[in-house]
């Protein structure tokens, strides 16, 4: 297992993970810094993540959208607040339009990844994700789900016809 | 009669977001979910006047994440236990996309360093 907690606050509206791998820092940043090497984990297998834009510079876009079963194509973006490759990125994540453009009406998030050096080698990954609001949650959420479920139900057919 | 009479959808999410940016009102949110606190009690809490504690209560009262309640001379505060366990279940349901997504981060790294390999 790779998750070591996962802690929620529902009060302060923010969601913890952390998460260790024997992999040095450098590695494990390479999946955030080469978008092709990003998609093949943010998105699940029957909902692909492809990253059209990935300019990891603070003010930085990062333009993806995902390909769902139906064929529809969620967009999504990042904006970067702060990069300190290999250990600290902080971005804003949002909802696009079809075209890709940030949906204003939309509300975002904001991620915060921490990749530290750990004690006897490997790396340790915090990821802190604060929401705005509890309706701004349960619209990201209700979107972001989509995915998720995609996933589940995934996992789960394939047990079946195993 | 100070029971709140607004629908949570009519709230504004800036609203919540501006309620729960302070330390303090989270603290309130979270002990007042417990058990209620007249205003005074919580004042005696927080290293400042009743009068700004009384000024937190209400941002939070706006929010909906907290009701009050007036009993003599004393003004009592509960917190909204449904909205934060709203809160709560959304954030179980964001936890699963965020359990799968470290698994696959896992394993890519997995497939470079294999488990036992020396390094």
Redesign the interface.
């Known amino acids: 297992m790779?998750?070591t907690s996962?802690e929620?606050d529902?009060?302060?509206?923010t969601?913890t993970?952390t998460?260790e791998?024997?992999?040095p820092v450098e590695?494990?940043w390479q999946?955030w810094a080469d978008p092709r090497?990003l998609e093949?984990?943010?998105g699940?297998p029957t909902y692909p993540a492809t990253f059209v834009d990935h300019d990891l510079r603070p003010g930085g876009h990062v333009g993806y959208y995902m390909t769902g079963p139906e064929g529809d194509k969620p967009h999504g973006w990042w904006r970067i607040l702060s990069v300190d490759a290999p250990h600290r990125l902080q971005f804003e994540d949002g909802f696009a339009d079809d075209a890709g453009q940030p949906d204003p009406k939309m509300?975002t998030m904001t991620m915060r990844v921490t990749l530290e050096d750990r004690s006897g080698?490997g790396t340790t990954?915090v990821?802190v994700?604060t929401f705005?609001?509890?309706?701004?949650?349960?619209q990201l959420?209700a979107m972001?789900?989509e995915?998720?479920m995609a996933?589940?139900l995934g996992q789960i057919d394939a047990i079946l016809t195993a | 009669m100070v029971v709140d009479q607004v629908r949570p959808e009519q709230v504004e999410p800036d609203r919540v977001f501006h309620a729960l940016a302070d330390g303090t009102r989270r603290d309130i949110v979270t002990r007042t979910m417990q058990r209620e606190y007249s205003v005074s009690a919580l004042a005696r809490l927080y290293p400042m006047s009743f009068a700004a504690v009384q000024k937190h209560v209400a941002v939070l009262e706006g929010a909906q994440l907290v009701s009050k309640r007036r009993q003599g001379r004393e003004q009592l505060v509960t917190g909204n236990v449904a909205t934060v366990r709203h809160a709560a279940r959304l954030l179980d349901q964001f936890e699963t996309v965020w359990r799968s997504r470290i698994e696959r981060f896992g394993e890519i790294l997995a497939d470079d360093f294999p488990e036992g390999a020396p390094s």
């Open positions: 790779s998750v996962i929620k529902p009060v302060a509206l969601m993970v998460a791998f024997d992999a590695r494990a999946l090497q093949r984990w943010w699940p509300p080698g990954m990821i994700t705005p609001s509890t309706e701004a949650m349960e959420i972001g789900m995915e998720g996933g589940a």
